[in-house]
Nanobody
Framework: VQLQASGGGLVQPGGSLRLSCAASGVIFSINYMGWYRQAPGKERELVATIRRGGSTNYADSVKGRFTISSNNLRNNVNLQMNSLKPEDTAVYYC?????????WGKGTLVTVSS
């Protein structure tokens, strides 16, 4: 399974970005898809997940600003990020859980700065 993330970049505070992640390869039933992030000098942390059935989970720090969506967990997950703050600056990683396995993408850099 390969995960290709896109959509990162430089944005001013208050701006928006949309991250996308496409999964390819031999993929059995996906149970969940999500996004994590790792800021410089910090540990990787959960941003948002979406599970089969549509239930979602968000980190408190992004609730009300970020929205995760998927094509019914077929092979794509998106993260709409609004009202971005400098503290959202990090490398964002796509994560997929399938058939008991956990897969990670290479990450895409999001920089929020004026």
């Amino acid at each position: 399974v390969q995960l290709q993330a896109s959509g990162g970049g430089l944005v001013q505070p208050g701006g928006s970005l949309r991250l996308s992640c496409a999964a390819s390869g031999v993929i059995f039933s996906i149970n969940y898809m999500g996004w994590y992030r790792q800021a410089p000098g910090k540990e990787r942390e959960l941003v948002a997940t979406i599970r089969r059935g549509g239930s979602t989970n968000y980190a408190d720090s992004v609730k009300g600003r970020f929205t995760i969506s998927s094509n019914n967990l077929r092979n794509n997950v998106n993260l709409q990020m609004n009202s971005l703050k400098p503290e959202d600056t990090a490398v964002y990683y796509c994560n997929v859980g399938s058939a008991g396995m956990n897969y990670w993408g290479k990450g895409t850099l999001v920089t929020v700065s004026s």
